[in-house]
């Protein structure tokens, strides 16, 4: 089973379902506000690019023993068990597959999501078909299909507007892959330094129109 870093019960996350959710580490992405920078290859500002190839999460942060993750998978009162990383699918195909038979093991009654940023879409496409997880969550993080936001990305992802291009199609694959699975949920974070509503109901039209499944809007809290 991929290293656990951080755990959580939650009934906001998923609608309706009591949910563990599982933090994994590292992700691929540098988003305003991370909520779980810490567990992030990015964070240490102490590497230079030489050195940062060494670099361990376990120097910073101590997984979670084996007993702590069985026991938390195994609570009876779960509905549902989350994997994210940061980036969940930033890890080999075949760590992520065991894992997830593994809680599936553990409680054969617990559903599976897997929370992904999108740019892994052969990753997506690949646990879509595999039959074994109940469904994604996918955070759109700009209108990927609409070039007139992506002066905005800066203020949100913090990568130049040349790599969100060669991103887009990764994004917009992973969206349609995703909507196969009968409960897939979309998710956007409402950005504070993003001062456009237009840029938000942009990507609120394009699910309803296009992905046609539900939407959220997650409120920004500064941690």
Not at 80 to 90: K, P, Q, R
Request: negative net charge.
């Amino acid at each position: 089973m991929i290293k656990m870093f951080g755990l959580d019960y939650t009934y906001y996350d998923h609608p309706n379902m009591y949910s563990l959710v599982l933090y994994s580490g590292w992700c691929n992405l540098k988003c305003y506000g991370c909520h779980n920078r810490q567990l992030a290859g990015w964070l240490y500002k102490t590497a230079d690019k030489e050195s940062k190839q060494d670099i361990k999460i376990t120097d910073y942060t101590t997984p979670l023993c084996d007993e702590d993750i069985r026991l938390a998978i195994q609570n009876e009162m779960i509905d549902m068990v989350i994997l994210c990383g940061w980036e969940f699918l930033i890890h080999p195909m075949d760590q992520v597959k065991e894992t997830i038979l593994e809680i599936k093991k553990l409680n054969p009654k617990v559903l599976v999501r897997v929370d992904t940023n999108g740019t892994f879409p052969e990753k997506v496409k690949e646990l879509a078909e595999w039959g074994e997880i109940d469904w994604f969550a996918i955070d759109i993080k700009w209108p990927y299909w609409n070039d007139l936001y992506y002066s905005q990305i800066k203020d949100v992802v913090w990568i130049p507007v040349e790599t969100a291009h060669r991103f887009y199609p990764k994004m917009v694959e992973s969206l349609e892959y995703a909507r196969v699975l009968p409960y897939t949920i979309y998710r956007t974070v409402v950005y504070p330094n993003v001062q456009d509503d237009a840029y938000f109901g942009e990507i609120k039209s394009y699910v309803s129109s296009k992905l046609k499944k539900p939407h959220y809007f997650s409120n920004f809290v500064n941690l």
